[in-house]
């Protein structure tokens, strides 16, 4: 997602009389009014500069997970050690490196001295504040709880940066060797075959169907490259439109969790998630049903996102929050015992924890096991291909040799 700071031209008026122009910084032409009078300035002209050039872009997120961790972790850590919220945020603007972060906490700070809510502010930066830390932060200020909600939500997304690290570092490393396989064999197809090519031509001798079709797959790469590259832009452009539809996300979502051993590390690491979320929010107190909506939009799979969605039809019959849950294959007993004890204990929140522990160290040794397992598989493929290629050389070679 693309985050936009827009740049306004002004001219103003101090007290004293003297004219002052100059460009400003904001989010929207009202915010920048506000801070410019913060700064005692009569503004009497100030217009929106449309151009590009005027505007940072910000390509991706605009805050990375460890930055916004460290970010709660002071903010948390300021408010429990009793200082002002409104001083934490001034404190925390003149200290954090990251730009777009920096700028909205000094936005917030000024709205909040206009006496708008720290939730209410912070919503309308929703690039940087998710809808899950919001709602906790309105529920703190409601009933009086900013600090504690703070720290759980730092000890939250502390938890979920680690969580999204171990899935990555999984990834990862199929992935980089995936790309590398392509990028050798296409070196392999456009460098190396051809010089072999025009050798085995001059010598005029018959080749092997398999030479032939390597010879034959290494001058269409050269005359149609341009045409692979469009093909694999195609694809991916395809992929990222159909996973927009969302019948057609919901099948792409369940087929990822059903590959083998690539699913059952997607499937601990998105009920990791899930438990670790509705944990988190019934410690806090917010009701379950507005919990479970909460989660369910949290979530990024389709298939756990509907099973969520009928565990909330289910306590909306007063019916209990595991029997959707117990009819879907992907949730495991474990989950589903937990949650009917914790149901009739009244204490969902602390079996949820547990649950969210359990699979928390199994998706550590899953993602061992899986780099483990991968790691020489990935070698054998690399191997195979590169193998194959080199193979379609020497075949050749061995019948030109014997003929002198």
């Known amino acids: 997602m693309n985050y936009f700071m827009t740049m306004y031209a002004y001219k103003a008026k101090r007290n004293d ?12 032409k009202k915010e920048a009014l506000i801070e410019l009078e913060q700064l005692n300035l009569i503004v009497y002209s100030i217009k929106e500069l449309n151009s590009a050039l005027y505007k940072d ?19 948390s850590t300021l408010i429990d050690s ?28 000024l709205q909040i001295k206009e006496g708008i809510s720290l939730s209410e502010a912070m919503r309308k930066y929703p690039k940087l504040f998710p809808n899950l830390l919001v709602n906790m932060i309105q529920s703190g200020e409601a009933s009086g709880r900013l600090d504690d909600v703070l720290k759980r939500m730092a000890d939250y997304y502390e938890k979920q940066h680690r969580l999204k690290q171990k899935v990555s570092t999984a990834l990862t490393y199929p992935a980089v060797v995936g790309a590398m396989a392509i990028m050798i064999t ?12 025009d050798l085995f031509l001059s010598f005029g001798e018959e080749l092997p169907a398999y030479t032939q079709f390597v010879l034959n797959l290494s001058e269409t790469t050269q005359r149609y490259w341009w045409i692979i590259i469009l093909s694999g832009i195609l694809v991916v452009y395809i992929f990222k439109e159909l996973t927009k539809r969302e019948s057609t996300a ?39 049903l507005e919990a479970v909506d909460i989660t369910s939009n949290v979530m990024s799979n389709r298939v756990v996102k509907k099973v969520l969605l009928e565990s909330k039809q289910s306590l909306e ?37 547990k649950v969210a522990e359990v699979y928390d160290r199994e998706l550590e040794e899953a993602s061992d096991k899986l780099q483990s397992l991968i790691e020489p598989i990935l070698i054998v493929f690399l191997s195979a291909i590169v193998g194959a290629i080199v193979l379609s050389i020497i075949i050749p070679m061995f019948s030109l040799f014997e003929t002198f």
């Not at 296409?186 to 090519?197: E, R």
């Open 250 to 288: 919901f099948i792409i979502d369940g087929i990822l969790l059903k590959v083998p051993v690539v699913g059952m590390f997607v499937q601990k690491s998105i009920l990791a998630r899930m438990t670790q979320t509705l944990s988190s929010l019934l410690n806090s107190s917010v009701p379950i």
């Open 57 to 75: 872009i910000y390509i991706g997120k605009p805050i990375k997970s460890k930055d916004f961790v460290l970010f709660l972790r002071q903010f």
């Open 186 to 197: 296409i070196f392999l197809l456009v460098f190396i075959v051809p010089i072999f090519a």
């Open 317 to 353: 019959r007063g019916e209990s929050l595991s029997i959707p849950m117990k009819q879907h294959w992907m949730f495991p007993n474990l989950i589903t015992q937990m949650i009917t004890v914790g149901e009739s204990s009244g204490a969902l929140d602390e079996m949820l924890h």
């Open 17 to 28: 009389g003297t004219l002052v122009k100059g460009k400003l910084e904001s989010q929207d």
């Open 82 to 109: 009793g200082i002002l919220l409104l001083d934490a945020l001034e404190i925390l603007s003149k200290q954090i490196d990251n730009k777009p972060l920096r700028e909205a906490l000094e936005q917030i700070a």
